[in-house]
Nanobody, 122 residues
Framework: QVRLSESGGGLVQAGGSLRLSCTTS????????MDWYRQAPGETREWVAG???????NYVESVKGRFTLSRDGAANAAYLQMNNLKPEDTAVYYC????????????????WGQGTQVTVTS
């Protein structure tokens, strides 16, 4: 069973930084890509950043230049460094792992973590 777990959220003042981690567990052979999403209260879940299998990173316009997504392929983990945080970044942040192949050969299209709360005060 593949599981994802996010950590690193918290309460920070505007202009501050946080580093989110997404770790995986289970008998994983490979993960094609990993993404970060966020969901603010009363809003739909929003894609924030993604790292493809060829190493390409993409970001939603509102976080470009402030957020950096990185991945530890050997550990099947992903990280989101968030700098110069703004109150509008307040949300629950979720990690997803996409097209996951297990050691046994099973394929899972997408797995989600439980989310980590990020709160930015002005």
């Amino acid at each position: 069973q593949v599981r994802l777990s996010e950590s690193g959220g918290g309460l920070v003042q505007a202009g501050g930084s946080l580093r989110l981690s997404c770790t995986t567990s289970g008998s994983i052979f490979s993960i094609n890509s990993m993404d970060w999403y966020r969901q603010a209260p009363g809003e739909t879940r929003e894609w924030v950043a993604g790292l493809t299998s060829d190493g390409t990173t993409n970001y939603v316009e509102s976080v470009k230049g402030r957020f950096t997504l990185s991945r530890d392929g050997a550990a099947n983990a992903a990280y989101l460094q968030m700098n110069n945080l703004k109150p509008e970044d307040t949300a629950v942040y979720y990690c997803s792992a996409n097209y996951v192949i297990s050691v046994e050969g099973a394929v899972g299209r997408r797995y989600w973590g439980q989310g980590t709360q990020v709160t930015v005060t002005s």
